[in-house]
């Protein structure tokens, strides 16, 4: 039972973390979402992108509609099938994002060093690689 309250305060935490820092997001989550995932998997289609975001392909084609309008993503027949369309992402797309990562990460950073000591800074950055494990293992991998 000790192990259930653990998994559950974890997921509390974390999942009351990203929301606080959803809230100095400047662009929508679905296409941050988006962006995202071009950025570390490369060129994809709508529907590869609703599969890996668990979302429905026409919420996923609505924030790459608007992503495509604002020159953040482009879009190519794809080579094996040209009925599909290959998502790419584009260096406006790409600058969007760093931009949005740095206000995250500003944000969490000024968080982080007024809520923690030096101690409890060098804790947290000894999780780190505990809470990408435990990712890793929640994906399969």
Avoid: F, Y
């Avoid at 060129?43 to 084609?61: K, M, W």
């Amino acid at each position: 039972m000790e192990d259930d309250a653990l998994a559950e305060d974890l997921r509390r935490a974390i999942g009351e973390l990203v929301r606080a820092v959803r809230t100095v997001d400047a662009m929508p989550p679905g296409e941050a979402a988006v962006l995202g995932h071009l950025d570390r998997s490369g060129p994809q289609t709508t529907a590869d992108l609703a599969h890996r975001r668990g979302v429905t392909h026409q919420s996923a084609a609505k924030s790459v509609k608007e992503l495509i309008a604002g020159g953040s993503v482009r879009a190519e027949p794809h080579a094996d099938d040209g009925r599909k369309l290959l998502l790419h992402l584009t260096d406006t797309g790409r600058t969007r994002l760093q931009q949005e990562r740095t206000r995250r990460a500003t944000w969490l950073n000024t968080a982080i060093h007024e809520a923690l000591d030096g101690d409890e800074r060098g804790q947290l950055r000894d999780c780190v690689p505990l809470l990408d494990r435990i990712t890793a293992r929640i994906n399969g991998a």
